[in-house]
Protein backbone atom coordinates (compact mmCIF):
# COMPACT_ATOMS: atom_id res chain seq x y z
CA UNK A 1 0.00 0.00 0.00
CA UNK A 2 1.28 3.73 -0.90
CA UNK A 3 3.47 5.13 2.37
CA UNK A 4 3.80 8.61 2.73
CA UNK A 5 6.03 10.02 5.00
CA UNK A 6 6.44 13.41 6.44
CA UNK A 7 10.07 14.18 7.69
CA UNK A 8 12.57 16.64 8.65
CA UNK A 9 15.32 16.79 11.52
CA UNK A 10 14.27 20.11 12.27
CA UNK A 11 11.51 21.08 15.09
CA UNK A 12 8.41 23.35 14.20
CA UNK A 13 8.65 23.29 10.35
CA UNK A 14 5.17 22.08 10.03
CA UNK A 15 5.17 18.47 10.00
CA UNK A 16 2.04 17.47 11.77
CA UNK A 17 0.51 20.24 9.61
CA UNK A 18 1.38 18.58 6.29
CA UNK A 19 0.79 15.26 7.67
CA UNK A 20 -2.65 15.84 9.01
CA UNK A 21 -3.85 17.99 5.36
CA UNK A 22 -2.44 14.92 3.06
CA UNK A 23 -4.60 12.63 5.21
CA UNK A 24 -7.42 14.59 5.08
CA UNK A 25 -7.11 14.56 1.65
CA UNK A 26 -6.78 10.97 1.34
CA UNK A 27 -9.67 10.48 3.35
CA UNK A 28 -11.77 12.82 1.40
CA UNK A 29 -10.90 10.29 -1.76
CA UNK A 30 -12.58 7.62 0.10
CA UNK A 31 -9.56 6.06 0.88
CA UNK A 32 -8.90 3.65 4.28
CA UNK A 33 -6.58 6.05 4.70
CA UNK A 34 -4.13 5.95 8.55
CA UNK A 35 -2.75 8.25 10.11
CA UNK A 36 0.88 7.10 11.86
CA UNK A 37 2.60 9.11 14.32
CA UNK A 38 6.06 8.18 15.22
CA UNK A 39 6.96 11.55 17.37
CA UNK A 40 7.06 11.38 21.00
CA UNK A 41 4.67 14.46 21.16
CA UNK A 42 1.88 12.70 19.04
CA UNK A 43 0.74 15.80 17.52
CA UNK A 44 -1.00 13.71 15.26
CA UNK A 45 -2.74 11.50 17.29
CA UNK A 46 -3.90 14.26 19.47
CA UNK A 47 -5.51 15.80 16.44
CA UNK A 48 -6.97 12.62 15.39
CA UNK A 49 -8.88 12.35 18.53
CA UNK A 50 -10.44 15.73 17.97
CA UNK A 51 -11.76 14.80 14.39
CA UNK A 52 -15.45 15.14 14.45
CA UNK A 53 -17.42 11.47 13.79
CA UNK A 54 -19.47 13.65 10.40
CA UNK A 55 -15.95 13.87 9.17
CA UNK A 56 -14.46 11.34 6.67
CA UNK A 57 -12.62 8.60 8.49
CA UNK A 58 -8.70 8.40 9.19
CA UNK A 59 -7.91 5.42 10.97
CA UNK A 60 -5.11 5.43 13.52
CA UNK A 61 -2.21 3.39 14.41
CA UNK A 62 -0.47 0.59 16.62
CA UNK A 63 3.24 1.72 17.28
CA UNK A 64 4.91 -1.26 17.83
CA UNK A 65 9.35 -1.59 17.30
CA UNK A 66 11.88 0.42 15.41
CA UNK A 67 11.67 -2.37 12.62
CA UNK A 68 8.03 -2.32 12.68
CA UNK A 69 7.08 0.76 13.19
CA UNK A 70 3.91 1.20 12.14
CA UNK A 71 0.46 -1.73 12.00
CA UNK A 72 -1.71 -0.34 9.95
CA UNK A 73 -5.60 -1.38 10.75
CA UNK A 74 -7.47 -4.54 8.14
CA UNK A 75 -8.65 -2.59 5.13
CA UNK A 76 -5.92 0.07 4.99
CA UNK A 77 -5.12 1.32 1.38
CA UNK A 78 -2.67 4.79 2.25
CA UNK A 79 -0.38 5.12 5.32
CA UNK A 80 0.49 8.51 6.07
CA UNK A 81 3.47 8.81 8.62
CA UNK A 82 4.44 11.95 10.84
CA UNK A 83 7.86 12.13 12.45
CA UNK A 84 9.65 13.42 15.11
CA UNK A 85 12.39 16.46 15.69
CA UNK A 86 15.71 14.78 15.65
CA UNK A 87 14.84 11.80 13.69
CA UNK A 88 18.01 9.80 12.87
CA UNK A 89 19.79 6.50 13.39
CA UNK A 90 17.09 3.00 13.79
CA UNK A 91 14.02 5.54 13.91
CA UNK A 92 15.45 6.80 10.39
CA UNK A 93 16.10 3.41 9.20
CA UNK A 94 12.51 2.10 10.35
CA UNK A 95 10.67 4.76 8.47
CA UNK A 96 12.94 5.06 5.47
CA UNK A 97 12.19 0.78 5.54
CA UNK A 98 8.62 1.64 4.72
CA UNK A 99 8.88 4.96 3.00
CA UNK A 100 7.93 4.90 -1.21
CA UNK A 101 7.02 8.72 -0.65
CA UNK A 102 8.60 11.42 1.65
CA UNK A 103 8.05 14.79 2.05
CA UNK A 104 10.14 17.38 3.45
CA UNK A 105 8.55 20.59 5.16
CA UNK A 106 10.64 23.42 5.67
CA UNK A 107 10.19 26.99 6.07
CA UNK A 108 12.13 30.09 4.73
CA UNK A 109 14.47 30.30 7.85
CA UNK A 110 18.02 29.91 7.54
CA UNK A 111 17.97 27.34 10.49
CA UNK A 112 15.24 25.48 8.22
CA UNK A 113 18.12 25.27 5.44
CA UNK A 114 20.64 23.97 6.80
CA UNK A 115 18.84 21.72 8.83
CA UNK A 116 17.06 20.25 5.59
CA UNK A 117 20.24 20.38 3.59
CA UNK A 118 22.00 18.20 6.22
CA UNK A 119 19.04 16.05 5.90
CA UNK A 120 18.67 15.49 2.15
CA UNK A 121 22.64 14.74 2.55
CA UNK A 122 21.58 11.64 4.59
CA UNK A 123 18.58 10.76 2.71
CA UNK A 124 20.91 10.48 -0.42
CA UNK A 125 23.48 8.48 1.42
CA UNK A 126 21.20 6.24 2.48
CA UNK A 127 20.54 2.52 0.82
CA UNK A 128 16.92 2.78 0.03
CA UNK A 129 18.07 6.43 -1.69
CA UNK A 130 16.94 5.39 -5.18
CA UNK A 131 13.42 3.78 -3.98
CA UNK A 132 12.10 6.71 -2.61
CA UNK A 133 10.59 9.32 -3.79
CA UNK A 134 11.23 12.89 -2.76
CA UNK A 135 9.43 16.17 -2.72
CA UNK A 136 10.20 19.06 -1.03
CA UNK A 137 7.00 21.51 0.63
CA UNK A 138 7.76 25.10 1.64
CA UNK A 139 5.61 25.96 4.34
CA UNK A 140 4.46 29.10 6.20
CA UNK A 141 5.60 30.99 2.77
CA UNK A 142 4.72 35.09 2.97
CA UNK A 143 4.90 36.44 -0.53
CA UNK A 144 7.43 39.42 -1.21
CA UNK A 145 9.64 38.81 2.15
CA UNK A 146 13.81 38.42 1.66
CA UNK A 147 13.44 35.19 3.69
CA UNK A 148 11.24 34.02 1.33
CA UNK A 149 12.92 35.07 -1.48
CA UNK A 150 15.57 33.29 0.08
CA UNK A 151 14.30 30.16 0.18
CA UNK A 152 13.14 29.92 -3.14
CA UNK A 153 17.03 30.54 -4.25
CA UNK A 154 18.44 27.93 -2.40
CA UNK A 155 15.85 25.75 -3.23
CA UNK A 156 16.42 26.55 -6.64
CA UNK A 157 20.06 24.52 -5.85
CA UNK A 158 18.88 21.09 -5.55
CA UNK A 159 17.91 18.24 -7.57
CA UNK A 160 15.11 17.81 -5.24
CA UNK A 161 11.62 18.68 -6.66
CA UNK A 162 9.38 21.30 -4.98
CA UNK A 163 6.35 20.19 -4.93
CA UNK A 164 4.19 23.15 -3.62
CA UNK A 165 4.22 26.53 -1.79
CA UNK A 166 1.98 27.04 1.35
CA UNK A 167 1.39 29.78 2.71
CA UNK A 168 0.83 31.49 6.27
CA UNK A 169 -2.22 31.62 7.28
CA UNK A 170 -4.95 30.94 10.46
CA UNK A 171 -6.70 28.68 8.40
CA UNK A 172 -4.37 25.40 8.97
CA UNK A 173 -4.32 26.51 12.63
CA UNK A 174 -8.23 26.79 13.37
CA UNK A 175 -8.86 23.91 11.45
CA UNK A 176 -6.42 21.72 13.26
CA UNK A 177 -7.94 22.89 16.68
CA UNK A 178 -11.14 20.92 15.73
CA UNK A 179 -9.49 17.91 13.84
CA UNK A 180 -10.37 19.23 10.41
CA UNK A 181 -8.78 19.80 7.26
CA UNK A 182 -8.84 22.16 4.42
CA UNK A 183 -10.75 19.60 2.59
CA UNK A 184 -13.60 19.22 5.57
CA UNK A 185 -15.18 22.62 4.78
CA UNK A 186 -16.70 24.48 1.75
CA UNK A 187 -14.06 25.19 -0.51
CA UNK A 188 -15.15 29.41 -0.53
CA UNK A 189 -13.39 29.59 3.08
CA UNK A 190 -10.15 27.94 1.84
CA UNK A 191 -10.35 28.67 -1.58
CA UNK A 192 -6.40 30.11 -1.70
CA UNK A 193 -5.15 27.43 -0.17
CA UNK A 194 -6.65 24.53 -2.60
CA UNK A 195 -5.31 26.31 -5.33
CA UNK A 196 -1.87 26.81 -3.84
CA UNK A 197 -2.11 22.41 -2.38
CA UNK A 198 -3.08 21.50 -6.42
CA UNK A 199 0.27 20.59 -7.40
CA UNK A 200 0.59 18.38 -4.03
CA UNK A 201 -2.60 16.79 -4.70
CA UNK A 202 -1.79 15.59 -7.70
CA UNK A 203 1.60 14.43 -7.21
CA UNK A 204 0.08 12.67 -3.88
CA UNK A 205 -2.78 11.09 -5.86
CA UNK A 206 -1.04 10.32 -8.83
Known amino acids: MPVIVVANPKGGVGKSTLA????GLLA????????????RQQSARRWLALRPAAA?????WEETSHRDIVRPPKGTTDIVLD?????????LDAVLRIAERLLVPLQPSLFDIEATHA??????????????????VGMRVREHTLSNEQLHQYLATLDVPV????RDTQNYVQLAARGLTIWDVAPSRVERDLEQWQPLKEWILR
Not at 28 to 39: F, H, I, P
Not at 163 to 166: D, N, R, T
Open 20 to 23: TQIA
Open 28 to 39: RQGRAVMLGDAD
Open 56 to 60: PLIRG
Open 83 to 91: TPAGLHGKK
Open 119 to 136: FLTVLREHPRAKSIELGL
Open 163 to 166: VAWL
